[in-house]
């Protein structure tokens, strides 16, 4: 087995967080101000919540991958526990009308963002159960039988997903909800399982949305303000006009890093879900194709992890992080662009928070650990 430690992955990794975190300290320092007197109140946060990232990045770099696949299971039914700590008074915290956060006396967490990981693993976990590493006719014997392809294979995974779904229904998290489901369905689906697998597992998904939009039809007035922001412009489409504002006024070459006018109260959740638009209000189309090319630069290097990766564990890991990383960065991108209902998923390395930061320097963690060990 060689060991070839990833430095292209380690340092684009370094410099998004470097740039993130000079980017935010000048951000949120108005915020800071107006809200805590201070202007270093977020960054000092947030440089805290990168040094807790480091320390579980570092966890996943040296602990040996074999651990992880032994001891994943465990992991998401912790996870999946954590996810109901929300609904318990004195420590659940409710904010916009959805609890999913919990507090832990110095700090708030957010459980389903390590369920992205957590399922990940598990489910790399599974195949690599069922798909021997050294014989991998094994999978597809099984999936000849159509009895042994039903109970095996499909009906476990259908009862994953639907215990995933009902967990993050009860937070009102649709978009984390879609972000795993899609992540996982790749994993699936790159393991060779039969089409109709994935294909009625999507039907399935979507007649859950229909039920979703049908009793709870604010999701459905995203849709229609998405595509007629004029519609609402003080309510539900003031965000996305706002974020079309911020990108258009950095224009080329935009503003200059803290020259942000937007970020002054007149952009919703600008640390958060519209940091992108203040990237393109600062350092316009030169910054936001700077970043895009990052995330494609991410994509490349994991896929080659995954190709690179022995087992059966390792690849399927590697597809499920670069998938979710990559998904989740579209999604926030498309939604700040237009392109996308905004659905308050953060872009991952830059935006403001600790859970995400946390669980995506983890993923990193176990990348660089797979990238070793292939």
């Not at 074999?66 to 929300?86: E, G, H, Q, R, S």
């Amino acid at each position: 087995m060689k060991h070839h430690f990833n430095y292209f992955l380690f340092f684009l990794v370094v410099f998004i967080l470097s740039f993130s975190m000079v980017f935010l300290a000048c951000l949120s320092a108005s915020a800071s101000l107006q809200k805590f007197g201070n202007t270093h109140y977020f960054i000092f946060n947030q440089l805290i919540n990168a040094l807790i990232a480091l320390v579980f990045a570092l966890i996943a770099y040296f602990v040996p991958l074999t651990f992880w696949k032994k001891w994943a299971p465990f992991l998401l039914f912790l996870n999946l526990i954590a996810m109901f700590f929300v609904f318990i008074p004195g420590i659940g915290i409710k904010a916009g009308g959805a609890s999913r956060w919990f507090s832990i006396g110095f700090t708030s967490v957010q459980p389903s963002e390590f369920l992205k990981i957590t399922s990940i693993l598990y489910l790399s976990a599974w195949i690599a159960s069922k798909l021997s590493d050294t014989n991998m006719s094994s999978w597809k014997s099984i999936a000849k039988n159509g009895y042994h392809n039903f109970v095996y294979i499909f009906a476990p995974f259908f009862v994953f997903l639907g215990v995933i779904f009902g967990t993050l229904y009860l937070q009102s998290d649709a978009s984390t909800m879609g972000i795993i489901t899609l992540t996982l369905l790749a994993l699936y689906f790159s393991a060779k399982t039969p089409l109709w697998h994935t294909l009625c597992i999507i039907a399935g998904g979507l007649s859950i949305v229909l039920f979703m939009v049908k009793f709870e039809p604010y999701r459905l007035s995203r849709w229609f303000v998405f595509l007629n922001p004029d519609a609402d412009p003080l309510g539900q489409g003031y965000q996305l006009r706002q974020s079309i504002i911020s990108l258009g006024s950095g224009g080329f070459f935009g503003k200059g890093l803290g020259m942000s006018t937007q970020k002054f109260g007149y952009l919703p959740e600008a640390m958060t879900d519209s940091i992108f638009a203040i990237i393109g209000e600062e350092f316009g189309f030169i910054g936001t194709s700077i970043v895009v090319l990052v995330f494609i630069l991410f994509f490349w290097l994991g896929i080659n992890i995954a190709k690179k990766s022995t087992d059966q564990f390792s690849k399927m890991t590697a597809i499920g992080i670069v998938v979710w990383i990559i998904l989740q960065a579209f999604i926030n991108i498309t939604s700040t662009i237009g392109f996308f209902p905004i659905t308050g998923v953060p872009l991952p390395f830059f935006t403001y928070g600790g859970s995400h930061l946390v669980a995506e320097l983890f993923a990193i963690g176990l990348l660089l650990n797979i990238s070793k060990n292939k």
